[in-house]
């Protein structure tokens, strides 16, 4: 079965940086897009950033553009997300998300940026 673990939430003051991992297993993680969404109370789930089979064909939100960076490693079966230049604003849970075909979910990842 499809399972999706992300890990690397914390607290982090603003202009702070954190490292998001995403373990994926039960499928072949090579051939397929990654995603990286995010989600604060009230509001519905805002896709942050998508990255191609190849780790090549990114697609940024305009609010994360020059700050977040996504990668991947298909040996290991992980997705990252490096938050550099954080602000209050990046606060939310943080879900990695894969379309095999349907949409798979991990648990999330809290993410708080406040001094």
């Known amino acids: 079965q499809v399972q999706l673990v992300e890990s690397g939430g914390g607290l982090v003051q603003p202009g702070g940086s954190l490292r998001l991992s995403c373990a994926a297993s039960g499928f072949t993680f090579s051939r397929y897009t990654m995603r990286w969404y995010r989600q604060t109370p009230g509001k519905e789930r805002e896709l942050v950033v998508q990255?191609?089979?190849?780790?090549?064909?990114?697609n940024y939100a305009d609010s994360v553009k020059g700050r977040f960076t996504i990668s991947r490693d298909n040996a290991k079966n992980t997705v990252y997300l490096q938050m550099d230049q954080l602000k209050p604003e990046d606060t939310a849970v943080y879900y990695c998300?894969?379309?095999?075909?349907?949409?798979?979910w991990g648990q999330g990842t809290q993410v708080t940026v406040s001094s």
């Open positions: 998300n894969a379309r095999v075909p349907f949409d798979y």
């Open positions: 990255i191609g089979t190849a780790g090549i064909g990114t």
